[in-house]
T-cell receptor
Framework: AQKITQTQPGMFVQEKEAVTLDCTYDTSDQSYGLFWYKQPSSGEMIFLIYQGSYDEQNATEGRYSLNFQKARKSANLVISASQLGDSAMYFCAMREGVTSYDKVIFGPGTSLSVIP | EPEVTQTPSHQVTQMGQEVILRCVPISNHLYFYWYRQILGQKVEFLVSFYNNEISEKSEIFDDQFSVERPDGSNFTLKIRSTKLEDSAMYFC?????????????FGSGTRLTVV
């Protein structure tokens, strides 16, 4: 069964607008971490933001925020004030467990295109 | 900023040949990983490595694959007899100890093409 679901294979957003990329996950663990990564066309994987399952506040990093709804098992990424450089593939990912070395599994990704 | 270095950036090999993909993780990181991404598809876990041994491996990581940390700095992935379906981008990643909120630092990847 899919552990990470990203239902939007492709999204468009106007420059300077905000956009929400959806992510739902499936786990029976109480302790887990959620990540978002960006993959531009150049191919590298860039870590954006992290949310721990016990964190009560939604994570924020600059223009990125994570809308964490634990009961719904969703961890949507919100990008405010989109820029052309935000055009990329975005992957939601999860680490089950709290140890650093637990593997991270990735969702299928959402391709975001920012329109001038 | 420290980075994970992968070489080569692109490798073309004949089916059935052995390839070794090389990675130099960040020096104070203790956990190392290989992932692969078939073109346009999801990023798949292959193997994790800690304290000079495999911590976990996926079902993709069969007997054709092996990993090694031969000298305390390099971390290698060997594919013994490549198949066409091994063509993918291979990412090395590392993370420090005791930082569960630390996202992996990924290398820039090696694009493996098997012909």
């Amino acid at each position: 069964a899919q552990k990470i679901t990203q239902t939007q294979p492709g999204m468009f957003v106007q420059e300077k607008e905000a956009v929400t990329l959806d992510c739902t996950y499936d786990t029976s663990d109480q302790s887990y971490g959620l990540f978002w990564y960006k993959q531009p066309s150049s191919g590298e994987m860039i870590f954006l933001i992290y949310q721990g399952s016990y964190d009560e506040q939604n994570a924020t990093e600059g223009r990125y925020s994570l809308n964490f709804q634990k009961a719904r098992k969703s961890a949507n990424l919100v990008i405010s004030a989109s820029q052309l450089g935000d055009s990329a593939m975005y992957f939601c990912a999860m680490r089950e467990g709290v140890t650093s070395y637990d593997k991270v599994i990735f969702g299928p990704g959402t391709s975001l295109s920012v329109i001038p | 900023e420290p980075e994970v270095t992968q070489t080569p950036s692109h490798q073309v090999t004949q089916m059935g040949q052995e390839v070794i993909l090389r990675c130099v993780p960040i020096s104070n990181h203790l956990y190392f990983y290989w992932y692969r991404q078939i073109l346009g598809q999801k990023v798949e876990f292959l193997v994790s490595f800690y304290n000079n041994e495999i911590s976990e491996k996926s079902e993709i990581f069969d007997d054709q694959f092996s990993v090694e940390r031969p000298d305390g700095s390099n971390f290698t992935l060997k594919i013994r007899s490549t198949k066409l379906e091994d063509s993918a981008m291979y990412f090395c990643a590392s993370t420090p100890r005791g930082a569960p909120n630390y996202g992996y630092t990924f290398g820039s990847g090696t694009r493996l093409t098997v012909v």
